[in-house]
């Protein structure tokens, strides 16, 4: 397993202490986030974060990118694109819609999926993936609604991210997981029960993990596991909270 972080986790600081703070932490590899740190369009910006992420010995896992498929608002795909690949990131984090799969018309879905394929044809002559975000408001609201959209999507540049959904049972995220192991890109690494509101230390979710990544070694998967969204979004809670994964990778 690859412990990481993702950036926006601290947005208020500058890259170059979030790489020092990888490091300090034994953490090997970085989300960049589209919004704050490495900005939509912004080549320049990207090259230099690149450059410093890898000259420090860690490794780009993903642009975390808020491009919305179907929605004419917000960045430009090629803008996207043209970013990760000055970054040098291996895939770009996308959004499957602005509305959750309840709410979503089948035309709409549709579009979604249609975006998709049009992206993911676009990052494939670069070599970048596409993974859609595991999260509210969007098709990937729920296991049986993202498996439905990567059905859709069938592509070999086509994947998706996966965080355990709020409020479920252990044996319930459990089986999330599993059932999108096989098209899985990375994880997001946090333990909130029974929502957001409440944030936990790490470790407080240990047999929960404990499981999560058994399963994956299972499954024969060997990726990245990102922290994101510490308590108080304190340095001294990613301290805390890289010290348990990097027990539970084994590191």
């Not at 410093?52 to 642009?63: E, H, M, N, Q, R």
């Not at 491009?67 to 004419?72: E, F, G, N, T, V």
């Not at 990131?89 to 249609?114: E, H, T």
Request: charged fraction near 20%.
């Amino acid at each position: 397993m690859n412990p990481g972080l993702v950036s926006i986790t601290f947005r208020n600081l500058v890259p170059a202490a979030i790489v020092a703070l990888c490091r300090q932490n034994g953490l090997s590899s970085i989300e960049w986030g589209g919004d704050v740190h490495v900005p939509h369009g912004d080549e320049k910006t990207a090259e230099v974060i690149g450059n410093l992420t890898c000259d420090a010995g860690l490794s780009v896992a993903a642009y975390g990118s808020y491009y919305r498929l179907a929605c004419p608002d917000g960045p430009d795909f090629a803008s996207v694109l043209a970013t990760a690949v000055a970054l040098g990131a291996p895939v770009i984090r996308v959004w499957a819609g602005n509305c959750g799969s309840s709410d979503a018309s089948p035309g709409f879905k549709k579009m979604v999926a249609d975006d998709a394929l049009r992206c993911a044809d676009l990052a494939a002559a670069r070599n970048i993936s596409i993974a859609y975000e595991f999260h509210n408001g969007t098709l990937t609201d729920s296991t049986d609604s993202a498996l439905e959209l990567l059905g859709a999507t069938d592509h070999p540049f086509i994947k998706t991210l996966w965080q355990p959904p709020h409020g479920l049972s252990p044996q319930e995220c459990l089986a999330s997981l599993r059932a999108l192991t096989p098209r899985l890109q990375h994880i997001h690494v946090f333990h909130w029960w029974p929502d957001s509101s409440c944030r936990w230390p790490l470790e407080n979710g240990r047999d929960r993990w404990s499981a999560y990544i058994a399963e994956l070694r299972r499954q024969g998967k060997d990726l990245a596991l990102l922290l994101e969204f510490v308590r108080g979004d304190d340095p001294a809670s990613l301290q805390e909270d890289a010290k348990t994964l990097l027990d539970l990778c084994g590191v």
